[in-house]
């Protein structure tokens, strides 16, 4: 199918405003945990492996390259030299992915006397045909070029990360930790002892589990929030408790259980899949017997 240049240029050229010196807007100064992981990626100039960042909707994988490329642009790195495309945009998974590099490198022709390497930045890889197979052959074979993708960590199977191995690295991203949640909304924490793992907590004493328990109880009611609000980084913002709750349901459980099941995993049964969500939601840490 045939689709105007002129369309696919004025697209990219919207995902990618710092081509024409125009800065990224909307972006949080606050960063997840795994922002510092891919900073240690990009720095790696030695590596061939390209970066694979999974994990379910809306939990930040977006901003994440989106704010590391605000870091490249201040280390200046040459803006026309860094992509950033998402194949969930219709024009785009219309294209494809050749059909979309190739209209960038026809704006911005590959400049060979350039050290910098091209960053590669593709959202929502997994609507991509064949995507592992080309992934594969650009860490194999060009060496100028490093990509990072994002892609929903249900399509993501087992399989395809064998089929990586060797060729790229994943960064698995869950929804917020308590630690995050407290650092995004700007709620103070008291000063509490580092654990390095649960083993370490069976050599305390039993005063020590009291006076931490004593230092954290101002965040109890925090806590019971977190849970309520379900760890994901837009709703957790939204003052609305009952707001929140309704952009939960409607943004990410509506999406993966009407959506994605269907799109991913053929599941047509809908209304049956969202009982069985329901019941589960309900009676979490019980017995689900499928014979009754």
Known sequence: MEIPKTELFSVLQEFNPWWTGQPLADLP???????????????????????????????????????????LLADGHPPQRILYGTFDHPLLKLAGLERTLQAWQELYPSDTRSEAPQLLFLDEIQLVPDWQVWLKHQADFNRGRRIAVTGSASPLRDATFESGVGRWETIRLPTLSFGEYLRLRRIPTPELPEV?????????????????????????????EYLLRGGFPEPTMVNDLTRCQR????????????????????VRRILELEKIFLYLCYHDGGILDTTH
């Open 29 to 71: 100064d606050w960063e997840r945990a795994a922002g510092k992981q891919i900073a240690q990626w990009l720095s790696d100039r030695e590596t061939r492996r390209a970066l694979l960042l999974t994990g379910p909707r809306q939990v930040g994988k977006t901003t994440l390259y989106r704010q590391a490329i605000r870091r």
């Open 247 to 266: 952009l939960l349901r409607e943004d990410i459980v509506d999406k993966v259980l009407k959506r994605d099941m269907t799109a991913l995993y053929g």
């Open 196 to 224: 390095a793992s649960l083993r370490a907590l069976f050599e305390w004493e039993p005063a020590a589990f009291a006076r931490v328990a004593s230092a954290a109880k101002p965040l109890a009611g925090h806590f019971h």
